[in-house]
């Protein structure tokens, strides 16, 4: 992938996915080459009001392991979001991203 915006296009393509298991390693798979460019998108979708986007993008960041701690501030406004499981979610990635941040 060459641009945010087909980034962002994958992201939305796997959150619309039914949820099964396979999910988040199909949308990892498509835009994990994508790196700091990936992220960014990720940190787009967290801001968006999609409940699925969100959920998907907060679950990708763990991936990503360490350059995924830019994306703190955003998962950090999650922990505040309306969804009782967006607020899960994003504490539970909170956690294990910075578990990434300190191991390495």
């Known amino acids: 992938m060459s ?3 087909e980034v962002i296009d994958q992201l939305w393509l796997h959150a619309t996915f039914e ?3 396979w999910c988040v390693d199909r949308a990892y798979a498509a835009i994990k080459d994508d790196g700091v460019l990936a992220v960014d998108a990720l940190i787009w979708a967290l801001g968006h009001k999609d409940l699925d986007l969100k959920l998907l993008a907060l679950r990708l960041l763990r991936e990503f392991g360490p350059v995924a701690n830019r994306a703190m501030p955003a998962v950090i406004d999650c922990l505040f979001d ?3 499981l967006v607020r899960i979610t994003a504490w539970e990635t909170a956690r294990l991203v910075e578990g990434l941040e300190t191991q390495a």
């Open 3 to 5: 641009g945010l915006d």
């Open 19 to 21: 949820e099964d298991p």
């Open 82 to 84: 309306g969804d009782r």
